[in-house]
């Protein structure tokens, strides 16, 4: 089995960054590529971002394309995303998704295993 676990959420004001981290143990030989998703109350979980295994490939969502970049140090079994020019709009849970296949996919359901979640609040 494999866990997630986010860090790195918080409180910032309109045009602040912020840099979440996801730590993977267990067993993380079965990963290969990752993604960001996040979820507002009553809204379906949405894709952010992923990239795979070598880090060399990255898919972001329109809304977040130039303003946040994901990366990963498989060294450390570590994704990052970091978010710059943070709108109002980006609050909500964040989670990051692995799956066990190298394809970058936007789906939900095509991931394997989810963190619990990290709330990022932007303040206006």
């Known amino acids: 089995q494999v866990q997630l676990v986010e860090s790195g959420g918080g409180l910032v004001q309109a045009g602040g960054s912020l840099r979440l981290s996801c730590a993977a143990s267990?067993?993380?030989?079965?990963?290969?590529?990752m993604g960001w998703f996040r979820q507002g109350p009553g809204k379906e979980r949405e894709f952010v971002a992923a990239?795979?295994?070598?880090?060399?490939?990255?898919i972001y969502d329109d809304s977040v394309e130039g303003r946040f970049t994901i990366s990963r140090d498989n060294a450390k079994s570590t994704v990052y995303l970091q978010m710059n020019s943070l709108k109002p709009e980006d609050t909500v849970v964040y989670y990051c998704?692995?799956?066990?296949?190298?394809?970058?996919?936007?789906?939900?359901?095509?991931?394997?295993?989810w963190g619990q979640g990290t709330q990022v609040t932007v303040s206006s």
């Open positions: 990239i795979n295994w070598s880090g060399i490939n990255t």
């Open positions: 998704a692995a799956r066990s296949r190298n394809w970058m996919v936007t789906t939900t359901q095509s991931y394997d295993f």
């Open positions: 267990g067993r993380t030989v079965s990963i290969y590529a």
